[in-house]
């Protein structure tokens, strides 16, 4: 299984960017998926994830500024982030998570750099 990330760059403040993730090779049942990101010296963060049921969660520091999605084909995920600003600089990571019943894995990607500044 790989997971990648694209659509990361340099944007200024109030600039806007779309992620994208794509999982391929053999997943039995992705039971959740999203984005985390991780700045340098920072713990990584959860940014939004959408879990069973299609229950999306944001951190309250994108809350209204960031959109998690699903594409329409399998395991595609894309995070559009507008009104960006400085703190938002990191490496933004995808993860998606099989379950085969008994036991489940998170398969993450190499991460995207976003970088806000002017």
């Known amino acids: 299984v790989q997971v990648d990330e694209s659509g990361g760059g340099l944007v200024q403040p109030g600039g806007s960017l779309r992620l994208s993730c794509v999982g391929s090779?053999?997943?039995?049942?992705?039971?959740?998926s999203g984005w985390y990101r991780q700045a340098p010296g920072k713990q990584r963060e959860l940014v939004a994830e959408?879990?069973?049921?299609?229950?999306?969660d944001y951190s309250d520091s994108v809350k209204g500024r960031f959109a998690l999605s699903r594409g329409s084909a399998k395991n595609v995920l894309y995070l559009q982030m507008n009104n960006l600003q400085p703190e938002d600089t990191a490496v933004y990571l995808c993860?998606?998570?099989?379950?085969?019943?008994?036991?489940?894995?998170?398969?993450w990607g190499q991460g995207t750099q976003v970088t806000v500044s002017s």
């Open positions: 993860y998606i998570r099989d379950n085969w019943g008994v036991a489940e894995y998170d398969y």
């Open positions: 959408v879990t069973s049921g299609d229950k999306i």
């Open positions: 090779g053999d997943i039995f049942r992705n039971v959740a």
